[in-house]
């Protein structure tokens, strides 16, 4: 419940809307129709009264001027029992005014209030880990793709791919690890995905060296990433790029198996660059062109119960990820929307302590103008 309220004036704009209000205490709106209820109980019995004694009511009032218990005001209410026009007249509008009060003490006893949209809450929940093993080694510069008819490096496409696939996930957590001569971790787990997107721009070939030596360290690193889960994750996915084996790995590709079997995450493979061997006396800026091996890349995904893909350019490489993420989806609960209630009865006693200070002051100035004309 918001406290602050609103603005007189945004108050006075908001009124058209009544129907969107919710009413805490509707029942209470019944009161209003006690206004007239009592008006004509009260004119019923004047005129009871009236027929069999031949005086109203009022009458028989502003003639107990004897009576020391008698309240002063009736001596200035007397004029309102007179039958003339200008009586009458003035006896309507006071009594407009009190069904007024009335009305809006009953509106503001059913408590109405406004309810307002709260700005989205930041996801906080995330339903599944992905942790993405980049090979950055000297072959991720060779620029055997294409991306609007230019050539492309296999590191340029990889970069552009993953920001889109990263941009438009939510209840994520993202994880990078780079490998080559050498491993590191590049980012650790983490739901923001403008830092995620801002770290796949320092990817480049020769980040973590020239060879590629370090795969099972990479494996390794990104697996240990895996154990770090929270409450709410749901599935645990490593997904690994490569262009295969050129260097027989320090740590044995096995180790990385056992270990990924034991944690029950899948690795999935991404094969990038052409699989053609005729491709291998190619030159692209001084370096000998290196196809695509699969072989380690298969037994990998065959082994810890993922998939192996081999991607053609960027449109295959956006195709293998919604794949997996198709594959490896998780239910995300949709947060619900949140709203604020801003309490509106204070405006509605508000205007009923003004109609009661101007209907009070109306009736002591029509007294003293009555008892002027008596003076008179």
């Known amino acids: 419940?918001?406290?602050?309220?609103?603005?007189?004036?945004?108050?006075?704009?908001?009124?058209?809307?009544?129907?969107?209000?919710?009413?805490?205490?509707?029942?209470?709106?019944?009161?209003?129709?006690?206004?007239?209820?009592?008006?004509?109980?009260?004119?019923?019995?004047?005129?009871?009264?009236?027929?069999?004694?031949?005086?109203?009511?009022?009458?028989?009032?502003?003639?107990?001027?004897?009576?020391?218990?008698?309240?002063?005001?009736?001596?200035?209410?007397?004029?309102?029992?007179?039958?003339?026009?200008?009586s009458s007249f003035w006896r309507w509008i006071l009594q407009g005014l009190r069904w007024s009060i009335l009305a809006l003490l009953a509106i503001a006893l059913a408590s109405p209030v406004k309810e307002v949209p709260l700005p989205p809450e930041p996801?906080?929940?995330?339903?599944?880990?992905?942790?993405?093993?980049?090979?950055?080694?000297?072959?991720?510069?060779?620029?055997?793709?294409?991306?609007n008819g230019q050539p492309t490096t296999r590191m340029d496409v990889v970069k552009s791919v993953l920001d889109q696939f990263v941009s438009g996930l939510q209840g994520n957590r993202f994880s990078f690890i780079v490998y080559?001569?050498?491993?590191?971790?590049?980012?650790?787990?983490?739901?923001?995905?403008?830092?995620?997107?801002?770290?796949?721009?320092?990817?480049?070939?020769?980040?973590?060296?020239?060879?590629?030596?370090?795969?099972?360290?990479?494996?390794?690193l990104g697996l240990q990433q895996t154990e770090k889960s929270t409450k709410t994750t749901q599935k645990r996915v490593v997904i690994f790029i490569s262009d295969g084996q050129s260097r027989a790995s320090r740590v044995p590709l096995e180790d990385a198996v056992t270990y990924a079997q034991g944690l029950n995450v899948p690795i999935y493979t991404i094969g990038i660059g052409a699989g053609s061997k005729q491709a291998d006396k190619r030159v692209f800026t001084g370096l000998l062109y290196q196809p695509l091996k699969s072989g380690m890349l298969r037994h990998l995904a065959a082994e810890t119960g993922g998939r192996y893909y081999q991607v053609n350019g960027e449109a295959s490489l956006q195709k293998v990820l919604q794949a997996i993420d198709q594959t490896e989806g998780a239910q995300l609960e949709t947060p619900q929307?949140?709203?604020?209630?801003?309490?509106?009865?204070p405006y509605f006693v508000a205007l009923a302590l003004m109609i009661?200070?101007?209907?009070?002051?109306?009736?002591?100035?029509?007294?003293r103008r009555l008892q002027t004309e008596e003076a008179a």
Request: charged content about 20%; proline content about 5%; cysteine-free.
């Open 356 to 367: 009661f200070v101007l209907y009070f002051s109306l009736v002591q100035l029509l007294a």
């Open 1 to 86: 419940m918001v406290n602050g309220g609103l603005s007189w004036q945004v108050f006075w704009q908001e009124l058209p809307n009544w129907p969107s209000w919710v009413f805490e205490h509707p029942a209470a709106m019944a009161l209003i129709g006690l206004a007239p209820l009592l008006t004509l109980l009260f004119w019923g019995v004047s005129k009871t009264v009236k027929r069999f004694t031949g005086r109203s009511d009022w009458d028989s009032a502003a003639e107990m001027k004897s009576m020391s218990f008698r309240h002063p005001l009736i001596d200035r209410m007397h004029w309102i029992a007179q039958p003339q026009a200008k």
């Open 337 to 345: 929307k949140k709203t604020a209630k801003i309490e509106l009865y």
């Open 180 to 220: 080559a001569e050498n491993a590191f971790t590049l980012m650790p787990l983490t739901t923001d995905a403008v830092t995620a997107r801002l770290m796949l721009k320092r990817l480049r070939p020769y980040l973590a060296g020239r060879t590629d030596e370090a795969a099972g360290e990479a494996l390794g």
């Open 123 to 147: 996801q906080t929940k995330t339903v599944r880990d992905l942790v993405f093993v980049v090979e950055t080694s000297a072959s991720f510069l060779l620029p055997d793709y294409q991306m």
